[in-house]
């Protein structure tokens, strides 16, 4: 199987819950995946739908650094970041994420993540 099918492959296994099979297809192609920013998030959501949060921060952080207009990759790692316990990061990347896109998702999240600050 071509690499480019494999690829779609796993993104649809991620879009139909099945993460851990999109990530046996997309772990043999990861090295070749660093340097692109759609790589990196489909990688980044597989890990972080099948709870393996430290994978998934690194994944999405190198999408980021890729590509640092991306609000959707800036959200999910939020959304990592929020379950590794690590709110502060998780609120910059909230707000970072309502501030490219208003999607009421994001800016939910954002506004919940300052209510929780707030109310600590």
Request: hydrophobic share 40%; charged share 30%; aromatic share 6%.
């Amino acid at each position: 199987m071509h690499e480019i099918d494999r690829y779609r492959l796993a993104g649809l296994h991620l879009d139909m819950g099945d993460p851990l099979e999109a990530l046996t297809l997309l772990e043999p192609m990861a090295d070749g995946l660093r340097e692109h920013a759609a790589g990196q998030l489909l990688l980044g959501r597989a890990y972080y739908h099948s709870a393996q949060l430290g994978k998934a921060q690194e994944a999405l952080e190198r999408a980021v650094s890729l590509a640092p207009t991306d609000a959707y990759v800036r959200f999910i790692l939020g959304r990592t970041l929020q379950r590794r316990s690590r709110h502060e990061e998780a609120g910059v990347q909230f707000r970072i994420a309502a501030a490219l896109d208003d999607r009421p998702e994001y800016c939910e999240h954002r506004d919940a993540h300052a209510r929780d600050t707030a109310a600590a």
